[in-house]
């Protein structure tokens, strides 16, 4: 597995701005994560009819994945952490590739959510991996671009995925369409494998840009000596539990749109052959979203308003915008359903950025990744309990036809609405901002 | 779905036997044998009659099911959906293994007995029609989307019966039986593939309700929106009323 940068790059020229081709393939590995896993959901409609499925056995295999996605983050990160950057995330793209080609050896249910849960499981370490990657190689100042731009693959890896996995489905069938998502893995790690190493040890690296990031990493030390804050101290703080819940009410309605919406466009009628188009658009829509949340952000923020002020005014935007989705009950208009459902992922979009950053504004060094990896777990349950509801209530409402999935959108499209109220209520200045146990905002 | 619009009953019925013997072909060469349901009414007489003619589908390997049969309805009844089947495609394809209704026998029995058997493994392809009331099988509006019972008893409303009076199988409505055995909805979408043959100008309504309103129980036949691969076959005639956008779009 080790290979010495000298043998792969010798005598080789440096390569000017290196981190951003650092961070392109951290954008790629996130494509590839998202196009893995979006091959269930675009083939769920057929596989429903192949295997017999329930919405129920459905809403189950998603949460196996769900269930080793939101625990292995965790896991992963102590993992990526002890291990290094390079050989995690070599490990995670090996292991969830491999996974997605043996998913067409799957047979029924059990099977599938053997599978999905081994996906999920080898995909979770993509967050913390690329979070450390870019830690490693950005300053402060660009680390939020950073974030964005790795972060946005999942957004483009969602609008690509259709086209890959569904020509590939109609042609060949459902086996041969999670074989080659899988490939696509491997074709990255021969890149990643010549190309990332860390910014001391990369070849190709200039002098100015290796002396720049390392100036960075010492004030990363230094912080780090401080003894960190425990769970229980921080589960104390309103700011704590409204970061948690910006994202634990927020994650549950995008995880609707990535892994119910081509099965909520069957169930109203409309066939996914002539609705492609459908079920990528609310995906770039939400990387407008991300990236509108965090410019819109800065710039309030430089027109002189606090950085609390200008953060919940997107939370408010994102939390009123997502009711988008309630109006889609009363239409069967492809165009108007997904006009819809791309602004709500829009407004989605910027509030979830908000969520991200919310763990940096408020929390010191020391204490972000922990409150951050607590928003993940809390997102992760959240998607899973509503996941459970998705399926039973789909099912037990399947003889309204058209409006078997209306309850689960209202709610859907409350939900945001509901997040945004209790961030406005709880994450404020309070004694424990005076006290310094949180920053102020 | 597929909304496929021909220009008459004849080049109807001609491209849909083409694409349903695709489908019987294609599921003896991959598994061995096929397994199909059939309807029956007087949409389907072209259809069958081109199906029955193509002399490459092995049909001794096929094995027949069949929608729908009236309750009390003796087989030597002109209108009896067994008798139909009989002349009209069994006959004629010496298919030797097929299930049928029987009308004449305790109902509730028949169905039981009959759902086990059709259970036993997956339905490949189902050919299906859409009654003038958008009836599938003989579940008539507002049909059960529910049961998942293979077969149910269903009591056939007053449009349902006109209609068989209409088509010349019975003198008067008070002849027609008031009671069937019908596939279940759900049942009827759990074939693989479903192939629907619906010609004429009086279906133009019940084709538009279906395929461009919600879908609901008071549009049974709407539900066939929501299987992933299902093909309609209509002509000039029953896509009339069509908004020609939306039969181009789905």
């Known amino acids: 597995m080790t290979s010495s940068p000298a043998d792969t790059f010798i005598s080789a020229r440096p390569i000017r701005k290196l981190r951003w081709w650092i961070g392109g393939l951290l954008f790629a590995s996130t494509v590839i994560n998202y196009i893995d896993r979006q091959s269930l959901s675009l083939l769920a409609p057929y596989l429903k009819q192949d295997y017999r499925w329930t919405n129920t056995d459905y809403a ?336 037990a409402n399947q003889a309204m036809g058209t409006h078997s999935f209306d309850k689960i959108i209202l709610v859907a499209g409350l939900i945001p609405f509901a997040g945004m109220l209790l961030v406005l209520v709880l994450v404020r200045n309070t004694r424990a901002t005076e006290l310094g146990l949180v920053r102020s905002i | 779905m597929r909304v496929e619009i021909l220009e008459d009953k004849i080049s109807l019925s001609k491209a849909a036997a083409e694409h349903a013997a695709r489908v019987l072909r294609n599921a003896i060469r991959r598994q061995g044998h096929v397994r199909l349901i059939a309807a029956t009414g007087s949409s389907q007489f072209e259809f069958l009659d081109r199906l029955t003619v193509f002399s490459d589908i092995d049909w001794s390997r096929a094995e027949m099911f069949h929608l729908d049969e009236y309750i009390g309805l003796p087989i030597t009844h002109p209108a009896s959906f067994r008798k139909y089947l009989m002349e009209r495609l069994i006959s004629k394809t010496k298919i030797a293994n097929y299930h049928f209704l029987d009308g004449e026998r305790d109902p509730t029995e028949v169905a039981r007995e009959m759902g086990k058997e059709l259970s036993i493994a997956p339905i490949d392809v189902a050919f299906v029609g859409i009654g003038e009331n958008g009836h599938l099988a003989f579940n008539d509006p507002p049909a059960d989307f529910q049961s998942e019972v293979p077969y149910i008893i269903v009591e056939l409303d007053e449009a349902c019966r006109r209609q068989q009076v209409n088509e010349g199988w019975f003198a008067t409505v008070a002849d027609v039986p008031a009671r069937a055995i019908s596939m279940t909805v759900r049942q009827i979408l759990r074939a693989k593939e479903i192939i629907a043959v619906v010609p004429d100008g009086r279906k133009a309504q019940a084709v538009k309700a279906c395929l461009e309103g919600e879908i609901g129980p008071m549009f049974p036949a709407s539900i066939l929106r929501q299987h992933p691969d299902t093909t309609i076959y209509l002509d000039k005639n029953s896509a009339s009323l069509l908004n020609p956008k939306l039969a181009k779009g789905c």
């Open chain 1, 60 to 395: 189950n295999i998603l949460i196996c994945f769900r269930l080793a996605y939101a625990f292995g983050q965790a896991m992963c990160g102590r993992m990526i952490d002890r291990i290094g950057t390079k050989r995690g995330l070599t490990i995670s793209v090996l292991w969830y590739s491999v996974v997605s080609i043996c998913t067409s050896l799957a047979s029924g249910v059990y099977s599938f959510a053997t599978f999905r849960f081994l996906l999920g499981a080898g995909e979770s370490a993509n967050w913390p991996g690329a979070t450390k990657a870019v830690s490693e190689w950005f300053r402060k100042s660009e680390r939020g671009l950073a974030a964005a731009l790795f972060d946005s693959g999942s957004s483009i890896g969602g609008a690509i995925a259709p086209f890959i996995v569904l020509p590939i489905y109609f042609r060949w069938g459902w086996r041969p369409a999670f074989v080659l998502p899988g490939l696509l893995g491997f074709l990255w790690l021969v890149a990643w494998r010549k190309m990332y190493f860390s910014p001391k040890d990369h070849p190709r690296i200039s002098a100015e840009e290796q002396r720049l990031i390392a100036e960075d990493t010492a004030d990363l030390k230094r912080s780090s000596e401080r003894p960190s804050p425990r769970w229980r101290d921080l589960l104390k703080l309103p700011q704590t539990w409204g970061t948690i819940i910006s994202k634990a009410l927020t994650d549950p309605v995008w995880f609707f749109i990535t892994d119910w919406f081509p099965v909520y466009l069957v169930a109203k009628g409309i066939s996914l052959k002539g609705g492609l188009f459908a079920v990528w658009i609310p995906f770039i829509a939400a990387d407008f979203g991300n990236f509108f949340g965090g410019i819109a952000s800065w710039f309030l923020i430089k027109r002189g308003w606090s950085v609390g002020a200008a953060r919940k005014a997107l939370v408010v935007f994102g939390g009123i915008g997502v009711m988008l989705l309630i109006p889609t009950i009363l239409t069967v208009n492809l165009a108007l359903i997904t006009f819809l459902f791309a602004s709500a992922t829009f407004c989605y979009a910027a509030f979830s950025t908000i969520a991200n950053v919310l763990p940096s504004d408020l929390f010191h060094d020391d204490s972000v990744a922990s409150v951050s990896g607590l928003s993940g777990t809390g997102a992760g349950i959240g998607t899973i309990v509503a996941f459970k509801l998705i399926g039973y209530f789909s099912d």
